[in-house]
């Protein structure tokens, strides 16, 4: 039987980590050990994801073959050596967070209508919504199945993860209140929804690497705090993106009616252009969700994109940013440490 592809996963290829992340001392064995980890949980993954089924293996597989840069197990595999390491228990409940990370984007595209993700059409585009909504479920079971090989901690940890991405998308959905914030409203948001997974990916390579108890809390903190910055970064990049590159078309989200921070600060500004501009984003959206071309939202978008509220979001991004190195004072000096704030460093190159 032929062994399932995997797409690889040296970290030289991954969102430039190799450059950025490991250039302390000590790097080139801690990379060559992190490397290892990867390519473990790359096989696990394949592993994972293969079918009989012709139909589950196709769909299951789809946005795994289509990329990523595997940022949630290389945090796993940094935190592990704070412990023993990337023992099997560790490359197994990476693989699971994985596989949940991996659920929830066929999820998202249905809720959001995204039209693609990473780089190819998006699943329901393929197959539509309600096989994507199906494989996403799938893919959470198998994670749950990872999960429960490791006992009641690991269980616990993926269900109370599970749990914040479910209740982010569902705040997400209906949005800020009467009486919420909206920004307060929108960082509660991306915490659940982003900030999570990323806490939880940070703090099982310490866990299931026997680490000591001490910096669990600190990788939880520094894993929250990296997600929000990590999203609000992705709000600047998206009004400009390069489709080439992202494989997604600038302000998908704006275009979908989801807010996004540069949007919200530019609510709040009180003056007569940016009420003004609001308006013209807000109509926008309104003629796109009655059938509209969302080219409309063309040159109110990239007047959104030179406004001085994506300049407030790309510095909120960097006080959560420090926020997160900070939350690292508990750990060890040394390569972990230092590679976990050059990661945190490096989300804020992404936008420069």
Same mark, same amino acid.
């Given at each position: 039987?032929?062994?399932?592809?995997?797409?690889?996963?040296?970290?030289?290829?991954?969102?430039?980590?190799? &450059?950025?992340?490991?250039?302390?001392?000590?790097?080139?064995?801690?990379?060559?050990?992190?490397?290892?980890?990867?390519?473990?949980?790359?096989?696990?993954?394949?592993?994972?994801?293969?079918?009989?089924?012709?139909?589950?293996?196709?769909?299951?597989?789809?946005?795994? &073959?289509?990329?990523?840069?595997?940022?949630?197990?290389?945090? $796993?595999?940094?935190?592990?050596?704070?412990?023993?390491?990337?023992?099997?228990?560790?490359?197994?409940?990476?693989?699971?967070? *994985?596989?949940?990370?991996?659920?929830?984007?066929?999820?998202?595209?249905?809720?959001?209508?995204?039209?693609?993700?990473?780089?190819?059409?998006?699943?329901?585009?393929?197959?539509?919504?309600?096989?994507?909504?199906? $494989?996403?479920?799938?893919?959470?079971?198998?994670?749950?199945?990872?999960?429960?090989?490791?006992?009641?901690?690991?269980?616990?940890?993926?269900?109370?993860?599970?749990?914040?991405? @479910?209740?982010?998308?569902?705040?997400? $959905?209906?949005?800020?209140?009467?009486?919420?914030?909206?920004?307060?409203?929108?960082?509660?948001?991306?915490?659940?929804?982003?900030?999570?997974?990323?806490?939880?990916?940070?703090?099982?390579?310490?866990?299931?690497?026997?680490?000591?108890?001490?910096?669990?809390?600190?990788?939880? @903190?520094?894993?929250?705090? @990296?997600? @929000?910055?990590?999203?609000?970064?992705?709000?600047?990049?998206?009004?400009?993106?390069?489709?080439?590159?992202?494989?997604?078309?600038?302000?998908?989200?704006?275009?979908?009616?989801?807010? $996004?921070?540069?949007?919200?600060?530019?609510?709040?500004?009180?003056?007569?252009?940016?009420?003004?501009?609001?308006?013209?984003?807000?109509?926008?959206?309104?003629?796109?969700?009655?059938?509209?071309?969302?080219?409309?939202?063309?040159?109110?978008?990239?007047?959104?994109?030179?406004?001085?509220? !994506?300049?407030? !979001?790309? *510095?909120?991004?960097? !006080?959560?940013?420090?926020?997160?190195? &900070?939350?690292?004072?508990?750990?060890?000096?040394?390569?972990?440490?230092?590679?976990? !704030?050059?990661?945190?460093?490096?989300?804020?190159?992404?936008?420069?």
């Amino acid at each position: 039987m032929a062994k399932p592809s995997i797409p690889g996963s040296r970290i030289a290829s991954r969102f430039g980590l190799s &450059e950025r992340v490991f250039a302390g001392p000590g790097a080139k064995k801690l990379i060559a050990t992190i490397e290892d980890g990867l390519e473990a949980v790359e096989r696990q993954l394949a592993e994972e994801l293969r079918s009989t089924d012709r139909l589950v293996d196709a769909t299951s597989r789809y946005l795994y &073959e289509a990329g990523g840069k595997r940022v949630r197990p290389m945090l $796993t595999m940094l935190s592990a050596q704070l412990g023993d390491g990337a023992i099997p228990a560790v490359i197994d409940a990476a693989t699971a967070l *994985e596989l949940t990370h991996l659920g929830s984007l066929y999820h998202d595209d249905v809720m959001d209508g995204a039209d693609r993700r990473r780089g190819v059409a998006s699943a329901h585009q393929v197959w539509g919504n309600s096989i994507a909504i199906l $494989t996403g479920d799938l893919l959470f079971s198998r994670a749950s199945q990872i999960m429960a090989r490791l006992g009641e901690r690991a269980m616990a940890l993926q269900a109370d993860t599970f749990e914040r991405l @479910v209740l982010g998308q569902m705040h997400e $959905t209906v949005g800020a209140q009467p009486g919420d914030d909206p920004i307060e409203f929108y960082i509660q948001v991306l915490a659940d929804k982003t900030g999570s997974l990323i806490a939880a990916s940070a703090q099982a390579g310490a866990i299931f690497a026997n680490a000591d108890e001490a910096y669990r809390e600190p990788l939880r @903190v520094y894993g929250e705090k @990296v997600g @929000v910055a990590f999203q609000l970064l992705d709000d600047v990049i998206d009004l400009s993106a390069d489709p080439a590159e992202t494989g997604k078309v600038p302000g998908t989200d704006l275009r979908a009616g989801v807010p $996004t921070m540069p949007y919200l600060l530019l609510a709040e500004d009180g003056g007569a252009d940016a009420r003004s501009l609001t308006e013209r984003i807000d109509e926008g959206v309104d003629r796109i969700a009655a059938g509209e071309d969302p080219a409309i939202l063309d040159e109110p978008l990239a007047a959104l994109r030179d406004h001085e509220a !994506t300049a407030r !979001t790309r *510095e909120l991004a960097l !006080t959560w940013t420090r926020e997160a190195i &900070e939350a690292l004072a508990p750990l060890p000096r040394g390569g972990v440490r230092e590679a976990l !704030t050059r990661f945190a460093e490096s989300l804020v190159d992404r936008s420069s």
